[in-house]
């Protein structure tokens, strides 16, 4: 589910949106998160270019076949 500007990662960790907290006013777009996330992230950053964004809205990704 990625366009030619996208990529993946796989990132191991208990909690992610908690590792990012700090950097998200300058790294990453959050506006695609729902405010009902257990998260709580602040929605930030809508459409800024070079900023990560979350594809899947804060849903995890179980599974990927990349072609």
């Known amino acids: 589910m990625t366009d030619t500007d996208s990529l993946v990662y796989e990132i ?6 908690q590792d990012i907290k700090h950097d998200i006013s300058d ?17 930030l950053n809508k459409k800024i270019i070079g900023m990560f964004e979350d594809k899947c809205g804060g849903k995890i990704i179980r599974e990927l076949c990349g072609l």
């Open 12 to 17: 191991e960790t208990e909690d992610f949106y």
């Open 27 to 43: 790294k990453f777009d959050t506006s695609n998160v729902p405010e009902s996330h257990p998260s709580g992230l602040p929605r």
